[in-house]
C-alpha cells in the first residue's frame, strides 16, 4: 500500500509537468521543440543525479551483451506517447485524446502482467481482475467525459486506433526500464538511458528540421515563468519511479495508479484554474468517477 501512495504520488506530478511542458509549447511555438527542452533537462538532472548517487552510469560491455535489445527501447516508447498525443488532440478533442491513450495502457498492461512479456512478473488475468478493469474504465470515462469538447467529425478510427497505440506502447516504457534498472542497479540510470536516447532522437529531428530550429532561438527569451522548467525535472524522476515501482506491484496496477493520481490532480486544476489552466466546474458525476477508479485499484490490489 506504501507503494501505492507513492505510484499515485507520481500521477499526481503527471497533469504539473503537462501544463509546465504546455506552456513551454506556448512560448517556443513548436511542440517539437517543447519536447527536446523538456527531455534535455530531465536527461541533465537525471545525470547529475547518477553522478552524486552511483559515481558512475554503470554501462559497460558487460550490459550490452546481456541485455536484450528491446531493454534499450523505454525511451522511445515515452517518446512515441508523447508524440502521439499531440498528434491526435486536433482530430480528437481533449475527451478522447484523453480516454484513447488510457485504454491502450490499461490494456496493455493487464496483458503484460498476464503473460509475462518484457520478462516482468507474472499477474494471471482472474475474473476480478477483468470485472475492477471494467469499474476503473467506468470511472476514467466518468471523470474524463466533461472536461473536454466532443468532436463532430467523422471516420476517427484511425486516430482512436493511433491513440491506443500510443498509451499501449507506453505502457511497454515501464518493464523495459525495471528490467535496465535490475541490471543496471540503479533506477535512476535506467531513467537517466531512457531519457538520453530520447533527446537524441529529438536533436536529430530538430536539426532536420529548418522551422524547429528557428523556434530553438526563442527558448532563451526572457520572461519566462519559472515553473515552466520543471517539465523535465518531474518527467524523470516519474520514469525513474516507474523503473523502480514496476517489478513491485506490476504493470498493470501501476500504471492503473498513476491513472488515479493523474485524474485527481487534473481535477483540483480544472476546479482552481490552477498553473495558467482556465477554471472549470467539476461536477458530481467526476467525483463519483474517481471513486470507482480508486475502487477498482482496491479491488485489483486485493486480489
Not at 517518446?79 to 490494456?107: C, E, R
Request: hydrophobic share 55%; aromatic share 10%.
Amino acid at each position: 500500500m506504501i507503494y501505492l501512495l507513492l505510484i499515485f504520488l507520481l500521477g499526481i506530478m503527471t497533469p504539473i509537468q503537462t501544463a509546465a511542458n504546455s506552456r513551454l509549447r506556448h512560448y517556443v511555438t513548436s511542440p517539437i521543440v517543447a519536447s527536446l527542452v523538456s527531455f534535455s533537462i530531465g536527461t541533465i538532472y537525471l545525470a547529475i543525479v547518477v553522478a552524486m548517487q552511483e559515481g558512475s552510469f554503470g554501462i559497460g560491455a558487460e550490459t550490452f551483451r546481456e541485455l536484450p535489445w528491446w531493454a534499450w527501447l523505454g525511451g522511445v516508447c515515452g517518446l512515441y506517447g508523447l508524440t502521439v498525443n499531440i498528434i491526435i488532440f486536433p482530430k480528437l478533442g481533449s475527451v478522447q485524446t484523453a480516454l484513447m491513450p488510457m485504454l491502450g495502457q490499461m490494456t496493455m498492461g493487464m496483458l503484460i502482467d498476464h503473460f509475462g512479456w518484457l520478462r516482468s512478473t507474472t499477474y494471471p488475468l482472474t475474473f476480478i481482475r477483468i470485472a475492477a478493469l471494467a469499474i476503473i474504465l467506468a470511472g476514467v470515462c466518468m471523470v474524463v467525459i466533461k472536461k473536454g469538447e466532443q468532436s463532430g467529425k467523422k471516420n476517427l478510427l484511425p486516430w482512436q486506433l493511433i491513440g491506443i497505440s500510443g498509451g499501449a506502447v507506453f505502457a511497454m516504457q515501464p518493464p523495459m526500464n525495471s528490467l535496465l534498472s535490475a541490471k543496471l542497479s540503479s533506477a535512476v540510470s535506467a531513467a537517466f538511458v531512457s531519457f538520453l536516447s530520447a533527446t537524441v532522437i529529438l536533436y536529430a529531428i530538430v536539426l532536420l528540421r529548418r522551422s524547429d530550429r528557428i523556434h530553438l532561438s526563442q527558448i532563451f527569451a526572457s520572461n519566462r515563468p519559472w515553473w515552466v522548467w520543471l517539465g523535465g525535472i518531474i518527467g524523470g524522476t516519474f520514469v525513474t519511479g516507474f523503473a523502480f515501482f514496476a517489478s513491485k506491484v506490476g504493470i498493470g496496477l501501476l500504471l492503473i495508479t498513476s491513472i488515479c493520481g493523474l485524474l485527481t490532480c487534473s481535477l483540483i486544476i480544472d476546479k482552481y484554474g490552477l498553473l495558467g489552466a482556465t477554471r472549470k466546474t467539476v461536477g458530481t458525476v467526476q467525483y463519483i468517477g474517481l471513486l470507482f477508479v480508486i475502487a477498482g485499484i482496491i479491488a485489483l490490489r486485493m486480489n
